[in-house]
């Protein structure tokens, strides 16, 4: 079976830098993606790691440890509008295009 | 504007009344699915498709069927709703594949009474 770990929620202010964690344990694995969802908004991309290390993109990067089965997601300079939450999803070898996704971590930012 | 939508956005219905769900993209997409997302569950894959004609089971397919006949539009089908299928769906599609950058249609919250 496969199951992903992420904290229920996390807090921090305006101007901080904020990790999301998640591990995950599957029998087959290609990469590590995660998703911004807004309160009553759609899924939104933001970054995917096929390969072992950091992928920056702005204000995020996005980083994976095949080894840890571990990825994490940083968030700099927080802003409000950041206040969301955060979901990993693992694409699975197990059916080519699979995709499993954490319960996900919210993220409430404050002045 | 390069969109994946929805309908109906909000559908409360009855218990065994088929219903189908559409979901449209206009970004030329191979790649589409079907998610529902539950409190405390996170999103759920129930379909994939991989092109026209070709479909696969996610993680939660049981009472639910799909088609891709046409590359723009793949509904949702649930010939017999039960209340276990009161959810909020998302359509998405990928140029790439689910692993690559997917785009969320608005979603659809259905209530099955």
């Known amino acids: 079976g496969q199951s992903l770990e992420q904290p229920s929620e996390v807090t921090a202010v305006e101007g901080a830098i904020v990790q999301i964690n998640c591990t995950y344990q599957?029998?087959?694995?290609?990469?590590l993606s995660w998703y911004q969802q807004h309160d009553g908004g759609a899924p939104t991309f933001l970054s995917y790691n096929g390969l072992d290390g950091l992928e920056e993109t702005g204000r995020f990067s996005s980083f994976l440890s095949r080894s840890d089965s571990y990825g994490y997601l940083l968030l700099q300079e927080l802003q409000m509008k950041d206040s969301a939450s955060y979901f990993c999803a693992v694409r699975m070898n197990t059916g080519f295009q699979k995709l499993v996704f954490g319960t996900g971590t919210r993220l409430l930012v404050s002045p | 504007e390069a969109q994946v939508t929805q309908n109906p956005r909000y559908l409360i219905t009855v218990t065994g009344k088929k219903l189908t769900v559409t979901c449209s993209q206009n970004m030329n997409h191979e790649y589409m699915s079907w998610y529902r997302q539950d409190p405390g569950l996170g999103l759920r894959q129930i379909y994939y498709s991989m092109n026209v004609e070709v479909t696969d089971k996610g993680d939660v397919p049981e009472g639910y069927k799909v088609s891709r006949k046409e590359k723009r539009n793949f509904p949702l089908i649930l010939e017999s709703p039960s209340p276990n299928q009161t959810s909020l769906y998302f359509c998405?599609?990928?140029?790439?594949?689910?692993?690559?950058?997917?785009?969320f249609g608005p979603g659809t919250r259905l209530t099955v009474l």
């Open positions: 599957t029998s087959g694995f290609y990469g």
């Open positions: 998405a599609s990928s140029l790439e594949g689910t692993f690559n950058e997917q785009f």
